[in-house]
């Protein structure tokens, strides 16, 4: 299998695809969306729903677990209701968390990419 390796992120190809994850219950307590991936190049974050999400890493830059709350909202990430969509490159790698402003069983979907 080929190895690809562009902007420091490991790249395995070739593409699957497939990797399309729904979530319909989404709230305002934050769930693991992605668990970390080494081949991990992009996440596409679509909020098709009507509450706005946020979305964060799992860890800060230093290592320590990142924990937000609807009041901490420090490195968090907003995909804005009714069709927002937010697209992250490059050093996306780790594990990725959602919650939502207000609310529960929101839809998230969230698509994540090797290239």
Do not use: Y
Not at 85 to 103: D, Y
Not at 104 to 110: D, F, G, I, R
């Amino acid at each position: 299998m080929a190895q690809i390796s562009a902007n420091g992120a490991q790249l395995i190809g070739p593409a699957s695809g497939g990797k399309v994850w729904p979530f319909n219950t989404i709230s305002t307590t934050p769930i693991q969306v992605l668990a970390p991936s080494p081949s991990r190049a992009a996440i596409t974050f679509h909020n098709p729903g009507t509450v706005d999400i946020f979305v964060a890493p799992t860890t800060q830059a230093n290592g320590t677990a990142l924990a937000p709350t609807t009041s901490a909202l420090g490195g968090c990430f907003l995909v804005f209701a009714n069709g927002g969509q937010l697209v992250i490159s490059g050093e996306c790698q780790t594990g990725w968390q959602a919650f939502s402003r207000s609310a529960s069983a929101n839809p998230l979907t969230v698509m994540e990419s090797n290239l």
